[in-house]
């Protein structure tokens, strides 16, 4: 198994404002940083790589060279993200880059606040509050290639309960108390879990030293077809998520 690493430290643009992060500073922050990792099995990174060769082999044929048939339709498994959504910089990050994308920075100042407007609640995430939230994503990149399926596209919340769990390094756990299944190929698995136990205790706290998303042996077993996607378990050091004394998750 292998973590994909974007190269870019997250970390070191961070104590600037959101609304001045580069397009590449934000793609690190979601793909390689405390708050995200991507992972591609053995066959994952291959199909990662793959991909570009035979968009450049179709490239190719288009310009009437090559033989259609030489790239394969079937390249293997995707490599997949996952996200700590609960943080607030990662929310940011994904609305700088839509921000971005749609030339925010040249909007006029009424074409901005519509714009900020339509992104307040997701900014907020008021479920936050009370929920960890994490995300898992298959991976696309700026082709935008087309993603038949969502990682755990067919599941139900009923399918994943007793299959994940966030844990600490104290061994404290929360279980799985909601699941949305994404409904297109790149739409993500999201992950509710409750934020305290019952005396009003955080999970994630400035005292621990790392955060585990986890899927249960039993469930690694059963699910025979996501699981070549995904390993064991993410870790995440709360070291690498805490600005300031503050565990941002």
């Known amino acids: 198994m292998a973590f994909l690493s974007s190269g870019v430290s997250a970390q070191k643009f961070l104590s600037k404002p959101w609304t001045e992060w580069s397009k590449d500073e934000a793609l690190s922050l979601l793909a390689d940083s405390g708050?995200?990792?991507?992972?591609?099995?053995?066959?994952?990174g291959a199909r990662a790589e793959a991909g570009a060769m035979?968009?450049?082999?179709?490239?190719?044929?288009?310009?009437?060279?090559g033989n259609p048939g030489s790239a394969s339709r079937d390249l293997g498994n995707l490599p997949i993200t996952i996200r700590l959504h609960s943080s607030p910089f990662v929310?940011?990050?994904?609305?700088?880059?839509?921000?971005?994308?749609?030339?925010?920075?040249?909007m006029s100042d009424e074409e901005k606040a519509k714009f900020d407007a339509s992104r307040k609640g997701y900014l907020e995430c008021p479920i936050?509050?009370?929920?960890?939230?994490?995300?898992i994503t298959k991976y696309t990149d700026s082709s935008g290639e087309t993603i038949n399926e969502g990682i755990f596209q067919s599941m139900t919340v009923e399918?994943?309960?007793?299959?994940?769990?966030l844990v600490n390094d104290k061994g404290e756990s929360r279980e799985l108390v909601q699941f949305t299944p994404p409904k297109t190929g790149t739409d993500p698995a999201i992950f509710f879990f409750k934020r305290t136990d019952d005396a009003g205790n955080p999970l994630v706290g400035i005292d621990a030293k790392e955060l585990r998303f986890v899927f249960s042996n039993e469930f690694v077993q059963r699910d025979k077809r996501y699981s070549p996607l995904y390993p064991r378990r993410f870790e995440f050091p709360v070291s690498k998520m805490t600005i300031s004394e503050n565990v941002l998750f």
């Open 35 to 44: 708050w995200a990792k991507t992972y591609s099995s053995i066959e994952g």
């Open 54 to 65: 035979a968009r450049s082999q179709r490239d190719s044929v288009n310009r009437g060279g």
């Open 91 to 106: 929310r940011q990050a994904m609305v700088r880059l839509q921000q971005i994308n749609v030339k925010y920075d040249k």
């Open 128 to 135: 936050c509050k009370d929920y960890y939230v994490v995300t």
């Open 159 to 165: 399918d994943m309960k007793g299959g994940v769990s």
